[in-house]
């Protein structure tokens, strides 16, 4: 028995090495675990285009939106590691698994090939409500009920959820989550005032409060953002040491051949280091990191123990 898995190794092994070379030899999936029109959307579609003509394959964007993520989560972790299906998530990747109950596992069942790049988190208030600064709001937050004010945010376990919590505490205020199915539909209702106050990244928010649709009340980066002029960071207002920037990662299933990994990393490297592609990223609010492999495996780690705190601190469930 042993002689015959040693032999069944060794004619694998040339077979392995053929799919390795010939990659890709048949289309590829982009996976995005949000609806169409936010930023982790935006990230796949700037890439598509470059990814289709350095690969010499099509390149699809599939959406499939649903439980902050997970269920895109969940598609790519299923998928055959044949390095055909790629997902393109965000920090909510890391977070989930400290608030619901996955049918994967993510540090076993995915690889991190590529952080793309970070920028802010942006809280935003509609021109009709009253407060035109965090300052005000949070003096509005005092003077009413516990939780009276509520926040919209794309899903419960998102960065824009638990950062918010985070903020809530070290105000000292209480606000209530109003948790949607992805960040396009809850910016629909922002715009419309349905919510008063709406926690989104850059990339979304950013173009309606540069054109007065929304109002900037602060970022959850260290100083003011650069895209953002007039829209002071957390820290300048008062919240000592509060940042939170938001992030977004290109992941595959784990079983995928490290050449295969390798190779898209270098591809999704060589995209970002293109002045144009990286002239796009910039203008959606991001800064463009590009770490790949083992240097993003360190962050999102890092990320997953810094956020799961918040969590269990603040017991936040699916609920939300």
Known sequence: MQRRAVTLGLLAAPSLALAQENW?????????????????????????????????????????????????????????????????????????????TLPYDVRRDFAPIMLIGRGPLLVTSHPSNPWGSFQELMAAARARPPGSITYATAGVGTMMHVAMVQLCNLAGVDLTHVPYRGGAPALADALAGQVPLFVTNAPVGGPHVRNGALKGLGVTTATAWRDLPGVPSFQEQGIAGFEAPTWWGVFSPAGVPGGIRERMAETLARILAEPETRGRVEAQGMDVLAVAGEGFATFAAAETERWARVVRANNIRLAG
Not at 47 to 69: D, I, M, S, Y
């Open 24 to 100: 890709p030899n048949r289309p590829l999936r982009l996976i995005v675990g949000w609806p169409p029109g936010g930023s982790v959307d935006i990230v796949a579609r700037l890439l598509q285009p470059r990814l289709q003509a350095l690969l010499g394959q099509p390149v699809v964007v599939e959406n499939r939106p649903g439980a902050t993520g997970t269920l895109g989560a969940a598609e790519t972790a299923r998928a055959a590691p044949d390095g055909l299906t790629w997902l393109i998530a965000q920090d909510s990747q890391v977070i989930t698994p400290s608030i619901m």
